[in-house]
């Protein structure tokens, strides 16, 4: 059974910075594109940021210059690396693996950003 485990949300003040962890098996990590999603209370589920396994990178407009995806080959890990944290940041995030169309997600966890 494919396992994505997220580590690393919290609660943060506006302009604050945190850094999600997500951790795959290698088989997973290796080939899939893996990517971080989030989703608001109301809201639909969005894509935040893409990397594949080449290490080419994307992300929506609403996070690009304040987000970096990384990831690190050795750990079989994703990082989300989020800076200048806004309110409307809140959601829930999710770490996602896919692979024509196959898809594996996470169980979340919680971004609070808030004074």
């Known amino acids: 059974q494919v396992q994505l485990v997220e580590s690393g949300g919290g609660l943060v003040q506006p302009g604050g910075s945190l850094r999600l962890s997500c951790v795959t098996s290698?088989?997973?990590?290796?080939?899939?594109?893996m990517a971080w999603y989030r989703q608001a209370p109301g809201k639909q589920r969005e894509l935040v940021a893409t990397?594949?396994?080449?290490?080419?990178?994307n992300y929506a407009d609403s996070v690009k210059g304040r987000f970096t995806i990384s990831r690190d080959n050795a750990k079989n890990t994703v990082y989300l690396h989020m800076n200048s944290l806004k309110p409307e940041d809140t959601a829930v995030y999710y770490c996602?693996?896919?692979?024509?169309?196959?898809?594996?997600w996470g169980q979340g966890t919680q971004v609070t950003v808030s004074s």
């Open positions: 996602n693996a896919d692979r024509y169309g196959i898809a594996y």
């Open positions: 290698r088989s997973i990590f290796l080939v899939y594109v």
């Open positions: 990397i594949t396994d080449d290490s080419r990178t």
